[in-house]
């Protein structure tokens, strides 16, 4: 089906923004389709309605569709300049659609002047201290749909996606559906590292429910790491760990993990509870089989510099897992206080992995 796209979305809906904020309404209403040229920017207490709309991002763009107006502020790394009680909510049908891809990825960004990869999130927070974001599908995600640094007390919910799924051969063509077992399994997927929800440094007390769909990558990652993305995006003074995370009533497929835990280097890891995680990757066209229902720490190093202590990873509490695919649970690392109960496999999925480097302790 055709749709008809209304051009310079972002110029049009920057401006209900504005105009809702100078009549002290602080709501705006978005319906229809609109083509996204530019980053759409929420200020504090604002909630923007999504009815019954889709906005596509326009071609060869290298922008997020949504970000916070703190973030592009002079006080954007201090606690002191955080935006408070920023709403997105979805009403009706409402698609976020990252349209073609631009070619940027995690190999060539940040080179020869292109900028980086964080670009092509689709919504990104940074030093947001209250916030929800319900009620939306989004497909053909560029990058990681949904990344949030320095962000808390929030809460995701009712979030459906749909990643690009297609892979391509040794002749160069599109095949759809991905696989481990071809095409050079991960190598040749088209459009990688396109995850649904981030949470990255500085997180804490923030509500995942109710997450369904699929994702090319991970469905949802807390990754704690001291990266580029955390350094451009950096909080003075905030603690960089992520804790009081709730994950909740997750019914999707995955290429790699379902739920994603990663902390190296030295941010903290902890509290943390995954409570309903089914893997929906039987007879769907996206994929054959998943890499991991959840996935905790990482052997490879490169992330941080190194594994993290029993200090630093600790009160992991997984539940009522339903998965098929290669390991329902794939642990690495050092983790304190973890937790596993009524893990099930399916359709020959496999079960727990443990490398080499994993060490649990009470």
């Not at 892979?167 to 649904?196: A, C, P, Q, T």
């Not at 280097?265 to 054959?288: F, Q, R, W």
């Not at 496999?350 to 480097?357: A, V, Y």
Request: charged share 25%.
């Amino acid at each position: 089906m055709d749709i008809n796209y209304k051009k310079n979305g972002a110029a049009e809906i920057n401006g209900m923004i504005k105009a809702a904020v100078e009549d002290r309404s602080r709501t705006a209403v978005v319906r229809g389709n609109y083509e996204i040229e530019d980053t759409i920017v929420i200020p504090s207490d604002f909630t923007l309605i999504l009815d019954e709309c889709r906005l596509r991002m326009a071609d060869g763009t290298f922008c997020n569709m949504f970000t916070n107006a703190a973030r592009l502020s002079a006080k954007a790394h201090i606690p002191e300049g955080a935006d408070h009680n920023i709403v997105i909510e979805g009403r009706g049908n409402v698609s976020l659609d990252g349209g073609n891809f631009n070619g940027l990825a995690e190999r060539n960004h940040s080179k020869d002047g292109r900028p980086h990869i964080s670009v092509n999130n689709m919504i990104l927070f940074a030093n947001v201290d209250g916030f929800r974001i319900t009620g939306l599908h989004i497909e053909n995600q560029r990058w990681w749909a949904m990344n949030f640094v320095f962000c808390r007390h929030g809460l995701i919910r009712d979030i459906d996606f749909r990643s690009d799924y297609r892979m391509v051969d040794d002749d160069g063509n599109f095949v759809y559906g991905l696989s481990w077992d071809k095409h050079h399994g991960h190598e040749g997927v088209y459009i990688k590292n396109s995850d649904g929800i981030d949470l990255r440094t500085g997180c804490h007390d923030i509500v995942i429910e109710n997450i369904t769909g699929f994702t090319e990558d991970d469905t949802i990652a807390l990754t704690a790491l001291n990266g580029t993305t955390e350094k451009l995006n950096h909080v003075e003074g905030l603690p960089t760990g992520i804790h009081n995370v709730i994950i909740r009533g997750v019914n999707a497929a995955s290429f790699c993990a379902i739920v994603r835990l990663l902390n190296q280097g030295g941010p903290k890891l902890y509290n943390i509870l995954i409570d309903g995680v089914v893997d929906a990757s039987a007879d769907v066209d996206y994929l054959d089989r998943g890499e991991t229902g959840i996935r905790i720490g990482d052997a490879y190093e490169g992330y941080g510099g190194r594994q993290p202590t029993f200090d630093e990873t600790f009160n992991i509490t997984v539940r009522n897992v339903y998965s098929r695919a290669k390991a329902a649970i794939r642990l690495s690392g050092c983790v304190r206080n973890l937790k596993l109960d009524n893990i099930s496999t399916f359709d020959d999925g496999g079960g727990m992995i443990l490398d080499g480097r994993a060490q649990i302790a009470e």
